[in-house]
């Protein structure tokens, strides 16, 4: 589909074999839970048996006809990827194995190279574990502070106590773009501008919006970005950090062995630059590339038109959502993306999920691994119906449905 013609999503579906799926009582899957991860289209699956059955060999060791394909194709990747998120120049693409290690590195790396006794890591109230207990662990290792910006009943972050909060002794600000229990949209440009202004250095966690929206690195103005392989339609197994050179530069590697050095003897290691010095070891080939092939698909679907259909699945959504007696939708941001979470006066959120598991609908259950998130809104878990840009409005009428037999069954 070229990306001016209108958004085609019955075109779309086609290219996910999985849509086509019978998985209960003879109904069709409604896939609702791409907030976990996403589906992938034909063109992902083929790059990856593709590599294997024709193109495999380890990169970057080989003089080999196999070795240099393999290579070419993984540095094609990180092309894709680069021009996928709109990086600068002076600005590096590193692979990992996903958005968990990605933060992993940078809050190891840069925590050890900038972060001491005193200072401060700032991140929020609606992050995803993987964005907390990082910086817990550093902040325990260095003797620095963790601290927290609030979020209102909507789940907004409360900007007022962010300008508060911020200040000479914050070394990293570590925010989501978008929440993945809550779906809120946080103002992240306005975030690295004052945080930079503080002295303060910016990780965007962009495992739910890279899936959802445009991503304009220059336009946001992060030192560092990371995002998940499996939620855009690329494999599990593979994620990407974006960071400023000029700081990965100064940063000690994160894993030692083969493919991170220049040179070894017993007595001293030298280390390759980046993004080598950060992807040691045989890295995930297959997936690396699937992921390459995952950013060109979403490219040529334009990531202006998928954000504009998903926009209209979560206004559809809300309002459809909204009608279900005793139904309450936990999160309610002016700007939202991705997920809808919700409890119901008659059900937990594992019933309201088996009930519509019997109707072939997948939504997630539980606390989406964002616990402080639950305690907030005092709740154990919601359930999250999630959108990719495969879904329909047809699917959120399922949905409906669905809630309404769980009402027959448990009110
Ligand atoms: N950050 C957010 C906001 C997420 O939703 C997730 C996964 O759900 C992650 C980070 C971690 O991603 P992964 O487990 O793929 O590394």
């Given at each position: 589909?070229?990306a001016?013609?209108p ?7 086609r ?15 409604v896939?609702?839970?791409s ?10 699956i ?8 024709e ?8 003089v080999?006809?196999l070795?240099?394909?393999a ?5 094609d ?7 996928f ?17 990605a933060?992993?590195?940078v809050a190891?790396?840069?925590?050890k ?10 991140i929020s ?13 550093l ?10 910006i ?13 300008d508060r ?6 070394k990293?600000?570590s ?9 809120t949209v ?27 929206m ?24 593979v994620?990407?950090l974006y960071?400023?050179a ?34 040691a ?18 490219t040529k ?5 998928v954000?504009?259909h998903?926009?209209d ?22 700007e939202?993306a991705?997920a809808?979470?919700?409890t119901?006066?008659?059900a937990?959120p594992?019933?309201?999920?088996q009930?519509?598991?019997d109707?072939?609908i997948?939504?997630r259950?539980?606390h989406?691994c ?11 878990a ?15 009428d399922?949905?409906v449905a669905?809630?309404h037999?769980?009402?027959?069954i448990?009110?």
């Open positions: 589909m070229a001016t013609a958004y085609d999503v019955d075109r779309v579906r290219d996910f074999p999985i849509l086509k799926r019978i998985v209960r009582n003879g109904k069709r899957l896939y609702l839970d907030a976990a991860t996403s589906q992938k289209p034909q063109c992902v083929d790059a990856i048996s593709r590599y294997y059955s193109d495999n060999a380890n990169v970057h060791r080989g080999h006809h070795s240099q394909r290579t070419d194709l993984y540095e990747a990180r092309h894709k990827i680069n021009s998120l709109g990086t600068m120049v002076g600005c590096e693409t590193i692979f990992t194995r996903g958005a968990t290690e933060i992993n590195l190891h790396g840069f925590g190279g900038f972060v001491n006794a005193g200072d401060e890591v700032l109230h609606m992050e995803h574990h993987s964005n907390i207990v990082p910086w817990q662990m902040c325990e290792a260095r003797g620095a502070k963790l601290r927290v609030p979020i209102n009943d909507d789940g907004e972050l409360i900007m007022e106590e962010f909060l911020l200040n000479g002794r914050t990293m600000v925010v989501t773009h978008v929440s993945n229990a809550l779906g946080n103002p992240v440009a306005e975030i690295c501008r004052k945080a930079r202004e503080a002295g303060a250095r910016v990780l965007i966690d962009g495992a739910q919006s890279a899936p959802h445009p991503i304009d690195m220059k336009a946001i103005g992060a030192d560092f970005f990371v995002a998940a392989g499996h939620k855009m339609c690329g494999p599990t197994g994620g990407v960071g400023r000029e700081l990965l530069d100064r940063m000690p590697p994160w894993q030692g062995g083969g493919d991170m050095i220049l040179s070894v003897t017993f007595e001293k290691t030298t280390y390759a630059h980046i993004p080598a010095r950060f992807e070891g045989t890295p995930p080939i297959a997936e690396v590339i699937g992921l390459g092939e995952a950013a060109d698909y979403l679907l334009g990531m202006d038109r954000a504009a998903e926009h699945l979560m206004v559809y959504g809300t309002e459809q959502l909204k009608q279900v007696p005793g139904l309450t939708i936990v999160g309610n941001a002016k939202k991705g809808i979470s919700f119901m006066d008659c937990h594992h019933d309201i999920g009930i519509l598991d109707e072939g997948a939504v259950a539980g989406h964002a616990q402080p998130v639950m305690q907030r809104y005092g709740v154990a919601t359930a999250r119906a999630s959108f990719g840009l495969y879904n329909t409005r047809a699917e959120i399922a949905l669905g809630l037999k769980v009402r027959e448990f009110a």
